[in-house]
């Protein structure tokens, strides 16, 4: 009889902690269609500020100018040129304008933490 009453408690233990950690999990989600928020390379289009932020929607308010001018920051993957730049888009139509302001190149690589320091 003392085992069961026991294994009862043990039972309700673990369903209320199940519980508990649902609550917080599904509370702690964003709403549906809100960006999630997330440290990324950023590069502002009207300063040319280059850093690594928090944000989720694109553009975001640039930490450097106050603008809302900051967006994922992409490499350029020609070998002599490397510029790290703002890729740039029309937040409607989602289509990203990727090629390099400086040589032209369409390719391009993530940006490293290194490349935000220099």
């Given at each position: ?14 369903i209320l ?7 917080y ?25 280059k ?68």
């Amino acid at each position: 009889m003392e085992s069961r009453k026991g294994m009862i408690a043990a039972a309700t233990a673990v369903i209320l902690a199940c519980a508990a950690w649902l609550f917080y999990f599904y509370g702690s989600q964003p709403e549906p269609g809100d960006a999630i928020v997330a440290l990324k390379p950023g590069a502002c289009s009207l300063c040319g500020a280059k850093y690594a932020a928090e944000f989720g929607g694109e553009p975001a308010k640039c930490e450097r100018c106050g603008q809302l001018g900051l967006w994922y920051a992409l490499k350029c993957a020609n070998p002599e040129c490397r510029t790290v730049y703002p890729r740039v888009h029309d937040v409607n139509i989602m289509q990203a304008d990727v090629a390099c302001p400086k040589c032209g190149e369409t390719k391009f690589r993530e940006v490293q933490p290194d490349d935000l320091l220099q």
